[in-house]
């Protein structure tokens, strides 16, 4: 899990750098087509990451549960 | 044969007694046992000699007549003065008595009294000695005789109680002036073995003479010196001897003293299953705690901290997405619309556009004319305009602004 959180925290800084070349508004158009996919792309891998992180924290609390 | 029946009989006896005057208003001295007052008031006893006894009624109104309600007390020498009487219907026979003067106690009851004071103050028979008698015992001591009804009545009871029970007879005369020193050995011995977890010591029933020896100061300082716990179980229910005051604990009888001493197994194995049971749901109960404890801990501090992050973080995801979404459209609106101006200008630059206003283009051999300087008079040249076009002769050239034309 340390693994895929550290690329987590890669993927989440390019998206925020994407974001902030979008907000600058000097980006050409095929480099605003380019990056807005790039953009995408990397929001659904991030929260594809944290809903598998999610997923795994909820079935720690359920084990706790059924422990009781 | 006169064959009488047993009414007859009876109904004889009671007129041969009756008829006796020396039965009549008798004084009789002896000391009073069992007595017992009834709820209805009347007093019954039993006064007795070294050898003999007899049972004494005395009717409520004369115990209240004669103001001798608190009179009757065990071991109390006495003189009555009574009839006799028979009971024709039952065939038993008693004294009614109609007065009694108190004498003094026998000298067996002073003695014993007097013994029981000087022991209790020295401390023989105080609670804080006591020791508990073992649940569960292995080895039983008895120190009694080996012929009397105690071992009888002991192994019987327990027989049915605990067969694994074992015991140890410490055999001792249980009557007699030289009895109590060798009872007193008896239970030292008892008190020594190592097998020993518990000392029975007694005997049957007897007359207080008899159980004397159980009132002896060696046998109580036996017992009181015993580190083993020591039950006692000298004669009937009613029979009191100091050896029962300084016993741990007192058996009424010797089949009591034997329940006391050896409980039953099912009781044992009931007692043993509580027990377990309860740790059991103790352990279980506590456990369950610590569980919900440690799962609230965890949830609160831990697990609930760890979704909210990342909730958050995916809502930080889902704006971001969204603010890429605005950028870009926003983007590509503003394209469009420099797009659509930059469109409006060229339109605007198209010269059909002025010559719909009135203005013309002016050709000269298919070049267009921007100066006057390139015309001279009497060159053809045709004008354009929005609806078509004029070919027409130059008559005159006048530079800076006023030209004539001549159609």
Request: charged share 10%; aromatic share 10%.
């Given at each position: 899990m340390a693994a895929s959180l550290k690329s987590y925290e890669k993927k989440y800084k390019a998206l925020e750098d994407i974001v902030r070349q979008l907000d600058d508004g000097e980006l050409s158009m095929s480099e605003l087509l380019n990056q807005y996919k790039k953009g995408l792309t990397l929001v659904k891998e991030c929260a594809d990451m944290l809903d598998s992180v999610e997923g795994e924290i909820q079935q720690i609390i359920e084990e706790v549960r059924i422990g009781e | 044969m006169n064959i009488l029946s047993i009414t007859q009989l009876n109904n004889l006896i009671k007129r041969t007694i009756d008829r006796e005057y020396l039965l009549k208003n008798v004084y009789v001295s002896g000391t009073i046992i069992n007595a017992k007052r009834h709820s209805s008031g009347h007093v019954y006893f039993t006064l007795k000699d070294e050898e003999s006894s007899i049972d004494v009624t005395m009717w409520s109104s004369t115990v209240q007549s004669k103001g001798l309600?608190?009179?009757?007390?065990?071991?109390l020498l006495v003189t009555i003065k009574a009839s006799v009487n028979f009971y024709n219907k039952m065939g038993r026979l008693n004294l009614i008595a109609t007065d009694m003067q108190v004498g003094s106690k026998s000298p067996l009851q002073l003695e014993f009294d007097a013994l029981q004071r000087e022991l209790a103050a020295l401390g023989y028979f105080d609670d804080a000695h006591k020791q508990p008698i073992p649940v569960l015992s292995s080895c039983i001591g008895i120190v009694t005789s080996p012929t009397g009804a105690v071992i009888h009545d002991i192994l019987h009871i327990s027989e049915h109680r605990n067969p694994l029970m074992q015991f140890k007879l410490f055999s001792v005369p249980v009557q007699g002036s030289t009895a109590g020193p060798i009872i007193a050995k008896g239970i030292e011995a008892a008190d020594k073995d190592p097998d020993v977890d518990v000392i029975i010591v007694g005997r049957g029933g007897g007359s207080m003479e008899d159980l004397w020896c159980f009132n002896d100061r060696v046998v109580i300082e036996a017992i009181y010196n015993s580190s083993t716990p020591i039950i006692s179980a000298v004669g009937h229910e009613t029979d009191y001897t100091l050896a029962d005051y300084a016993a741990d604990i007192r058996g009424a009888t010797p089949s009591h003293a034997a329940e006391i001493a050896v409980l039953p197994l099912a009781t044992l194995q009931q007692n043993l299953q509580q027990k377990f049971d309860y740790i059991q749901y103790v352990m279980s109960q506590t456990l369950q705690q610590k569980r919900i404890e440690l799962s609230t801990i965890f949830n609160r501090r831990l697990g609930f901290p760890a979704l909210q992050l990342i909730h958050k973080q995916n809502s930080l995801l889902q704006s971001y997405k969204e603010k890429m979404q605005t950028l870009t459209s926003q983007r590509l609106q503003q394209e469009k619309h420099k797009l659509s101006l930059i469109t409006q200008e060229l339109s605007l630059q198209n010269p059909l556009h002025l010559m719909v206003k009135g203005y013309s283009k002016i050709e000269k051999e298919g070049n267009v004319v921007?100066?006057?300087?390139y015309l001279a008079k009497g060159d053809s040249f045709s004008i354009s305009l929005s609806d078509g076009s004029i070919h027409a002769v130059v008559e005159e050239v006048l530079p800076n602004g006023s030209i004539t034309e001549k159609l």
């Open positions: - | 309600a608190n009179s009757f007390q065990n071991g921007k100066s006057v300087q």
